[in-house]
């Protein structure tokens, strides 16, 4: 077992969203405020579902902040969404600042039954208070009642929630976020029939081609039965009041916003300033057919990127499209074109460049309705991903079925959509990652969102023509730098372990054990002081973490630990306690643990204040250690 290096997973996104460690799934409470994006997501700490959170400025670099909600006496915190309750309609507001206002699911531990329960934050999203009447919503038995997206409706004068509940959404009204009532439903019948319908959004959005009119886009989440196999995200155009929504297309018209096999639980920003004017989505780049099966070792789970929606007016009918934001392109780095040229049956064009993240764009005319036209990202371990457009079948694939671990259990890895050329032409862009995969047809019309695992994840891109002749009007490729700071192995001294998973994240050295776990440095110290920074990562039901000393590295010694739980410091000698004192230790809060030993007499200090001194008799020096027993704890700034 080894310390794991920042970042040594070799799947670790560039660009895309992870957390550093543990599982994440869907995006939740997705808020803008004053130059702040906040980005709210499933995180799951040792089934301990809480919500995790990032900021960022640009929507490409994230900060990661601690969890803002963790799980309590009542369950586990499951999505939902956040607003900004600007005019205080709420009451929860104590300072000068709105205050922010949560809505999620309670999945209950007594029944697992589903409630909403609201939380709130009065300093801009740094700390969060869940409201004394939780849960504001009940299920009156409901199976599945969940993931409320909440938004302000302007015409209505009312807040409006939107839940998803097994084969339909319900809408309820609210005046002040905190007593809701129902007001209306849609579905059951609509759409694609299969699968349970989760993480509805709803939102209203102008017509490109008719700056009048606009209409509601209602997205859902299902759970099973996507085009691509597994779950995936279907969309409804038409009209809404607040308590009805109406379909404008037939019941059985299925829309579906991707057509790959990783783009799930979108939902889209509150709060966007009205002069920005844009609609901006993030999903879950994953599948719950497979989630657990992923091969990525510190982290489970990755996002999509942001992406800008709009709607577009086809032969069809209002459709919705897709496009990354342009903020994007601030991680281009070096660029290289491909030549405008003729290709006919059999010939290729490839870039020199080889990046491990790669933005490519390209449109083609086709001189007549055969063949296809295929890109190639040629990974330098020798496998390839190939996404294509087939002229006479009129649809856009990707097949990953040789681009390194794939064939997921149930699912197969070559998937479609249906797309038409726009006068005669076709029109890619390509987002490459380290283990994601972007398409997006005609203009963001057509969307395919793929998990890929080569072995290595250097690509170029090469344009094939498969028995077609093809024009290529354009052609380039940049290489994406990551959106990840440098960062410096933090606490390098210690390097031998003793159980639990080591790994530097960005603040700093993460121990992680189910048991209890340890960390030592090299050399064997007898009187001594030390100073250290420990915060605890993850809400769990027994928690502890500490410094570890005078042992052997396997097991013995004596260890200082901070005990959340039964909140007090205690000192151990192996299993057996010395000493306890009461302390109330809070989450999401960093100690400074300093320990001065002298002639076999130990001073505990906590924040600078000195706490208690006991006598360790049969003390003779040893190796100096971390330590966590039965979760996450970061370690920082250490004093020798
Ligand atoms: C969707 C979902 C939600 C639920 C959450 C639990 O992926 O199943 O319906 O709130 O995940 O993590």
Not at 555 to 577: C, T
Request: proline share 4%.
């Amino acid at each position: 077992m080894k310390r794991k290096p920042y970042f040594q997973d070799p799947y670790r996104p560039l660009f895309h969203y992870t957390a550093q460690s543990h599982v994440i799934n869907d995006p939740n409470g997705l808020l803008y405020y004053d130059g702040e994006y906040h980005l709210m997501h499933q995180y799951n700490i040792h089934n301990h579902i809480h919500w995790g959170h990032a900021v960022s400025r640009d929507l490409i670099h994230w900060e990661h902040l601690p969890p803002a909600l963790e799980p309590d006496t009542i369950g586990q915190i499951w999505s939902g969404s956040a607003v900004i309750d600007w005019n205080n309609t709420s009451g929860l507001q104590t300072g000068k600042e709105p205050v922010f206002v949560a809505l999620f699911t309670y999945n209950e531990h007594v029944d697992s039954q589903q409630s909403q329960g609201l939380a709130y934050s009065n300093d801009r999203g740094r700390t969060w208070r869940k409201y004394w009447g939780n849960p504001v919503l009940t299920s009156g038995g409901k199976k599945d009642f969940r993931d409320p997206k909440v938004f302000w409706l302007e015409s209505g004068a009312c807040w409006v929630m939107v839940l998803a509940c097994f084969d339909h959404v319900e809408f309820y009204q609210s005046e002040n976020l905190l007593t809701w009532r129902y007001s209306g439903e849609f579905g059951g019948g609509e759409g694609s029939p299969a699968g349970v319908w989760e993480c509805p959004d709803l939102f209203c959005l102008p017509v490109a081609e008719k700056p009048d009119e606009s209409r509601w886009v209602l997205a859902v989440s299902v759970n099973d039965g996507a085009p691509a196999g597994g779950t995936g995200m279907q969309y409804f155009i038409g009209r809404f009041d607040g308590s009805r929504f109406e379909n404008e297309n037939s019941p059985e018209t299925a829309l579906w916003l991707d057509y790959g096999q990783d783009f799930y639980a979108g939902v889209t920003w509150n709060g966007l300033p009205g002069a920005d004017g844009r609609r901006l989505m993030i999903a879950w780049a994953d599948n719950w057919r497979y989630r657990d099966a992923l091969p990525t070792q510190l982290f489970k789970g990755q996002f999509s990127t942001v992406r800008e929606l709009s709607l577009r007016q086809t032969p069809e009918g209002v459709r919705l499209c897709q496009r990354p934001v342009r903020e994007l392109s601030a991680l281009e780095d070096q660029r290289e074109k491909m030549e405008p040229c003729r290709l006919s049956a059999g010939q290729c064009r490839k870039t020199a460049l080889y990046a491990g993240a790669l933005s490519f764009r390209c449109r083609l005319r086709p001189e007549d309705r055969k063949g296809r036209a295929e890109l190639r990202f040629v990974y330098s371990g020798g496998e390839w991903l190939s996404i294509g457009y087939d002229f006479a079948g009129e649809r856009l694939y990707v097949d990953r079925t040789h681009a390194g671990i794939n064939g997921f259990p149930g699912v197969t890895g070559i998937h479609t959509a249906p797309m038409k050329l726009e006068k005669g032409e076709l029109e890619l862009q390509v987002l490459a990652d380290t283990s994601q995969i972007e398409v997006f047809g005609g203009r963001g019309a057509a969307v395919l969102t793929d998990l890929v695992f080569p072995s290595s994840p250097d690509c170029r891109v090469e344009l094939h023509s498969e028995d077609a002749d093809l024009l290529l009007l354009e052609g380039e490729a940049a290489s994406l730098r990551t959106a990840w700071p440098e960062k410096r192995a933090c606490l390098p001294q210690f390097t031998q372990l003793l159980d639990g998973s080591w790994a530097d994240v960005l603040e700093g050295l993460e121990g992680d054990c189910g048991g209890l776990g340890g960390i030592f440095t090299e050399e064997i110290v007898e009187d001594f002081s030390f100073s250290v920074n420990v915060t605890l990562k993850a809400y769990r039901e027994r928690q502890c973490a500490g410094v570890w000393f005078g042992g052997d590295g396997q097991g013995g010694g004596f260890r200082v630990m901070l005990d959340w739980n039964q909140k007090q410091i205690s000192v151990y000698q192996r299993k057996h306690r010395l000493k306890a004192q009461r302390f109330s230790l809070n989450l999401n809060r960093k100690y400074r643990l300093s320990l001065a030993v002298r002639e076999k007499r130990l001073t505990v200090f906590l924040d600078e204040v000195e706490l208690f001194v006991i006598s360790l008799e049969d003390y003779r020096g040893g190796l100096l250690g971390l330590c966590v027993e039965n979760t996450a704890a970061v370690f920082q700034e250490a004093s020798f």
